[in-house]
C-alpha cells in the first residue's frame, strides 16, 4: 500500500522525501523531519496513515469520513484491508487514521484535486490496461475449459480486471487439483 503511494506521488512528479514500504516509517520520519507536514484533520491529497497499518490518499472529506485511493487493499469489506492486492476507492472513518501527512505537491505546488483525479484515472487505466489479446488466448480458453476459471454466464470476466492474491491462490488451487496435487 505505501509503494503504492510512493509510486503515486512519483508519477505525479512530487516524490516523497523518505522512501519506505512501511506506514509506520513514513509517519515517525514526518513527524521527526517534517511535523508541520502532520494534520489531524484530513484535506484532500493528503496521505492518510491507518490505525491498522495500511495508507492511502485522500479523495475528499465528508463529515467524520474520508474516500481514500488506496493499493494492496480489497473490492470489499470482507476481504484483507491492509494486503488485499488491488487498488480501490474506499471510504472510511477519520477515526480510524492516526496521522493525515500533506506532502509537498512539486515545486509550483499545483497539485489540486482535479489534477489528482486526472493522475489517479490515467493510473487506473494503466493498471488494469489487460486486453486478454490474442497472445493469451489459448492460455484462457484452457483454463476457462478445464475449470480453473470460472466466472458463471461470462467465463472471460476475470480477464477484464486485475487478479487478487486471493483470486490468483484460487487459480494455483484449481490448477493443483487438476494436476492431482491438491
Known sequence: CMIFVQWCFNEAGSPLPYKT???SDLERWYRRNKPDAVYAT????????????????VES????????????????YNGSQNNGGGVYKRVRKAKLAT?????????DKNMDIERFKELWMEMRAELQDDDAGSWSKDARDW???NG?????????????????????AVIMYRFAQLMGRA
Open 21 to 23: 514500504a512501511s506506514c
Open 42 to 57: 484530513p484535506k484532500a491529497g493528503d496521505i492518510v496513515i491507518y490505525s491498522f497499518g495500511h495508507t492511502g490518499i
Open 61 to 76: 472529506v465528508q463529515g467524520d469520513s474520508i474516500t481514500a485511493i488506496e493499493g494492496n487493499t480489497s473490492a470489499d
Open 99 to 107: 496521522a493525515f501527512i500533506r506532502p509537498e505537491y512539486g515545486e
Open 143 to 145: 483454463a476457462t475449459s
Open 148 to 168: 480453473i476459471i470460472q466466472g458463471g454466464e461470462n467465463d472471460n470476466y476475470m480477464w477484464e480486471d486485475m487478479l487478487t492474491r486471493e483470486q490468483m
